[in-house]
């Protein structure tokens, strides 16, 4: 159903109070096999908060297929897994072209 590359709405816990969420959009970053393995998937958050930082991973609305409400970034440092149940909806989805870029981003986390 969803796939890597789509951004969806998912309840985020809030940082100060974890008990609590709110519901926000994410990208799935895990690939279709890892996704198949079980019932979670990788996400990284997407804000709209731009900071513009080395994990920032900014989108336009000519990198997505559905245009988002406002100017956005994914921050590449803030991955989490998430039950496939809890996935509220897809909102659009990365073109492929950005998505190399986008990985690529996420893998300077670990350097």
């Known amino acids: 159903m969803y796939k890597q590359g789509d951004i969806v709405w998912v309840p985020y816990p809030l940082a100060d109070q974890p008990t609590k969420t709110k519901v926000r959009p994410a990208i799935i ?3 279709e096999v890892s996704n198949k393995l079980d019932n979670d998937m990788l ?4 804000t709209s908060v731009i900071r513009s930082d080395k994990f ?3 989108i336009s609305n000519s990198d997505i297929n559905t245009p988002l409400p406002k100017e956005s970034e994914i921050r590449c ?4 897994t998430i039950r496939k149940s809890l996935i509220i909806g897809k ?3 990365l073109k492929s072209t950005k998505q190399k870029e986008l990985y690529r981003k996420i893998c300077s986390v670990f350097d």
């Open 56 to 58: 920032s991973f900014p």
């Open 43 to 46: 996400i990284a958050q997407i």
């Open 77 to 80: 440092n803030k991955i989490a």
């Open 29 to 31: 970053i895990s690939g």
């Open 91 to 93: 909102l659009a989805s």
